[in-house]
Structures are given as C-alpha cells and as structure tokens.
C-alpha cells in the first residue's frame, strides 16, 4: 500500500504549483482523498479534501479561491493545483486516504513546498 506525493518544490510568492499523490494497493475510489500541510513548528493542519465520487470537496479558509483538489479515480490519483501562492503556504505537504469510518487509513511521505524570492 502507498501513496506517493510529487510537484512540490521552490516557487517564488505569486507562482503555481501542482502536486500529485499517486495511490497504489488498495481501492482509491473507495476512499476520501485530503491534502494536509506542515510548517515548521506548527502543527499538520487539513487544508482541502474531495469524497470519493470527487463531487463535494472541502477548503481552509486560508486556501479557498487559490487552491482546487481533484482526482481521477480511473488514475488512482488526486491532485492538488495550487495558484497564487504565498510565503505562508510553505510547508510539507500530506495526502491521506480516508475510509468509511472516517478515519485516515493511509499517509504519503509528504513533498516540500517552499515559496520564497
């Protein structure tokens, strides 16, 4: 069972990045998909995610407008496209699968995302 995060990397305040977590070893359209963010000293904080059917999907504030998650099952992948970014959003970001009972069954290893000039 994995979930393998890429795209991240440096980007300068303004710019866009597109992650991707790759699912493999269990049936991804049976789980929620989310993408959550950590930043040095702070604590991991959810910041999107998408059910299953990828028909309702959920926002921090501090990302709404900015960041769009999606997924295509039929790729055992979601994705993360995120636009305008800030010095704030850097941080190492997660993607876990949640099961029907709500709880996170799965984690990726996390791919850094630094935005800075």
């Known amino acids: 069972v994995q979930l393998v995060e890429s795209g991240g990397g440096l980007v300068q305040p303004g710019g866009s990045l597109r992650l991707s977590c790759i699912a493999s070893?269990?049936?991804?359209?049976?789980?929620?998909m989310s993408w959550y963010r950590q930043a040095p000293g702070k604590e991991r904080e959810l910041v999107t995610s998408?059910?299953?059917?990828?028909?309702?999907?959920y926002y921090a504030d501090s990302v709404k407008g900015r960041f769009a998650i999606s997924r295509v099952n039929a790729k055992n992948t979601a994705y993360l496209q995120m636009n305008s970014l800030k010095s704030e959003d850097t941080a190492v970001y997660y993607c876990?699968?949640?099961?029907?009972?709500?709880?996170?069954?799965?984690w990726g290893q996390g791919t850094q995302v630094t935005v800075s000039s």
């Open positions: 070893g269990f049936t991804f359209s049976s789980y929620d």
């Open positions: 876990g699968a949640r099961g029907i009972l709500g709880v996170y069954d799965y």
């Open positions: 998408i059910t299953r059917s990828g028909r309702i999907t």
